[in-house]
């Protein structure tokens, strides 16, 4: 009997929201972009809902941060949706 374990990887496609696409989409050409420029920018959404929403993208793999707070840039991974 085999004492491994195999890891299976389940990748699931996650709908994003057009508030999700907009945020995703601003970094690319704005990389140094605060949370504030992003809300007062795509509009009708507070800067928690830019936060909340960064998480999620975070959480699927699509934005990431380099850097610092202060003078780090935004990174897109991927833009499927």
Known sequence: MDSTTQKKQITTQKTLNTTQKKILNYPKEH???TRKDMAAVIGDITEDGIKFNI???????LLKREGGRKSGTWVVIDNDN
Request: no cysteine; aromatic share 10%.
């Open 55 to 61: 998480g999620k993208l975070q959480q699927y793999g």
């Open 31 to 33: 990389p140094h972009a």
